[in-house]
């Protein structure tokens, strides 16, 4: 079946820099665009950023995000800097086969359990 296994969350201080990763096994993931969103306690899914098939092509809401992938490793990451208190949520991948605006979470066929990711003030 279908995984993808979020990895890298913690706690960090604020002004510090966290990459997560999201491992995908089950389904080819180069034939897959690559999501990431994240949500707060009581909070809906906010979309954070998303990469294309080849990841020749990133959407990213957040300016000190970044998004890359590795298919020949199966993983897609997340990279963050300047980190804010307010980052701190739950962060999960997601991926879909033909997203058209990337931002609604319908989009998305498969998605991950989640990293907690904490930044202390």
């Known amino acids: 079946q279908v995984q993808l296994v979020e990895s890298g969350g913690g706690l960090v201080q604020a002004g510090g820099s966290l990459r997560v990763s999201c491992v995908a096994s089950g389904l080819t993931f180069s034939s897959y665009a690559m999501g990431w969103f994240r949500q707060a306690p009581g909070k809906e899914r906010e979309f954070v950023g998303g990469?294309?098939?080849?990841?020749d092509y990133t959407y990213s809401v957040k300016g000190r995000f970044t998004i890359s992938r590795d298919n020949a490793k199966n993983t897609v990451y997340l990279q963050m800097n300047s980190l804010k208190p307010e980052d701190t949520v739950v962060y999960y991948c997601a991926a879909a086969g033909f997203p058209s605006t990337w931002t609604h979470e319908r989009e998305y066929d498969y998605w991950g359990q989640g990293t907690q990711v904490t930044v202390s003030s």
């Open positions: 990469i294309s098939w080849s990841g």
